[in-house]
């Protein structure tokens, strides 16, 4: 019952008026070892903004909340519970559903990635069939790169444990990692492109993600079934804090943790 004392003793201080700490994001700064400073530098805010966040609870603008999750790898909703989605609710962000990532017909993945203006991420094991399946795709992302969007992608490192784990999951007899190696030579065409940056990651692949500024196909991992095989989410972000956001968190708690690319030769 201890709980119910604490949280009735917080009630009752915002009652009187007396400010609450934002103990939830004090806690978050502390997991991942973030500084007031840094939040503060990161954010380009004023130090003594952070503080009355932290100590008298109050609650940054929506663009900040966005910013400081990202930072702490967090979704806002854990650091500011009672702040939800604004406008629409969240499953709106559901624009269509497909029982396999191959039921995409291939011309709505090439207007994805014709339609992109600010950013185009790609997330996956090997995403061999994006070059594969549009044509001209890399002088695409280049142009896009160069045009002033931001392209992130992000392969599995075909070397790694999570990589070879798969490709025995799915019986491939090291194809998956000849087909990640494959898909590496096609996207060296970007190298050194403005904009374009191409790294690997080594952890364990839940879902792959493509996003384009602000729509995302999302296609969860299936034991033992290939990536075609997979269902995909189409998403539209309507608000912060949906189901859009909380892909795009995992995206880019992955990113931080990639390296720059060793191209094959």
Not at 61 to 85: F, T
Not at 192 to 198: I, K, R
């Given at each position: 019952?201890s709980w119910l004392r604490?949280?009735?003793?917080?009630?009752?201080?915002?009652?009187?008026?007396?400010?609450?700490?934002?103990?939830?994001?004090?806690?978050?700064?502390?997991?991942?070892?973030?500084?007031?400073?840094?939040?503060?530098r990161d954010l380009q805010?004023?130090?003594?903004?952070?503080?009355?966040?932290?100590?008298?609870?109050?609650?940054?603008?929506?663009?900040?909340?966005?910013?400081?999750?990202?930072?702490?790898?967090?979704?806002?909703?854990?650091?500011?519970?009672?702040?939800?989605?604004?406008?629409?609710?969240?499953?709106?962000?559901?624009?269509?559903?497909?029982?396999?990532?191959?039921?995409?017909?291939?011309?709505?993945?090439?207007?994805?990635?014709?339609?992109?203006?600010?950013?185009?991420?790609?997330?996956?094991?090997?995403?061999?069939?994006?070059?594969?399946?549009?044509?001209?795709?890399?002088?695409?992302?280049?142009?896009?790169?160069?045009?002033?969007?931001?392209?992130?992608?992000?392969?599995?490192?075909?070397?790694?444990?999570?990589?070879?784990?798969?490709?025995?999951?799915?019986?491939?007899?090291?194809?998956?990692?000849?087909?990640?190696?494959?898909?590496?030579?096609?996207?060296?065409?970007?190298?050194?492109?403005?904009?374009?940056?191409?790294?690997?990651?080594?952890?364990?692949?839940?879902?792959?993600?493509?996003?384009?500024?602000?729509?995302?196909?999302?296609?969860?991992?299936?034991?033992?079934?290939?990536?075609?095989?997979?269902?995909?989410?189409?998403?539209?972000?309507?608000?912060?804090?949906?189901?859009?956001?909380?892909?795009?968190?995992?995206?880019?708690?992955?990113?931080?943790?990639?390296?720059?690319?060793?191209?094959?030769?």
């Amino acid at each position: 019952m201890s709980w119910l004392r604490s949280e009735a003793s917080e009630m009752s201080k915002q009652c009187e008026g007396v400010p609450v700490r934002n103990d939830r994001l004090r806690d978050a700064m502390r997991v991942v070892h973030v500084s007031e400073a840094q939040v503060a530098r990161d954010l380009q805010v004023d130090p003594k903004t952070v503080t009355r966040w932290l100590r008298e609870g109050r609650l940054p603008r929506e663009q900040h909340r966005r910013a400081i999750a990202r930072l702490l790898h967090v979704s806002p909703n854990v650091l500011w519970p009672d702040v939800r989605l604004a406008g629409a609710d969240s499953t709106g962000e559901l624009i269509a559903a497909y029982a396999h990532r191959a039921d995409v017909p291939t011309h709505q993945w090439r207007s994805m990635f014709a339609g992109a203006e600010e950013r185009i991420d790609l997330l996956g094991y090997a995403l061999l069939f994006l070059p594969e399946s549009c044509p001209g795709l890399v002088d695409l992302l280049r142009r896009k790169g160069e045009a002033g969007a931001c392209v992130r992608i992000s392969f599995v490192d075909p070397s790694c444990a999570s990589a070879v784990a798969r490709d025995a999951e799915e019986g491939l007899s090291e194809g998956l990692l000849a087909r990640i190696r494959t898909a590496m030579k096609y996207f060296r065409g970007v190298e050194g492109c403005a904009g374009v940056d191409v790294r690997c990651h080594t952890a364990p692949m839940y879902n792959s993600t493509f996003r384009w500024d602000d729509e995302m196909f999302v296609t969860p991992h299936l034991y033992g079934l290939p990536g075609y095989h997979a269902p995909l989410l189409h998403l539209k972000r309507r608000g912060e804090d949906g189901i859009f956001d909380n892909f795009a968190v995992h995206f880019e708690a992955l990113w931080t943790d990639s390296l720059p690319i060793v191209w094959p030769s």
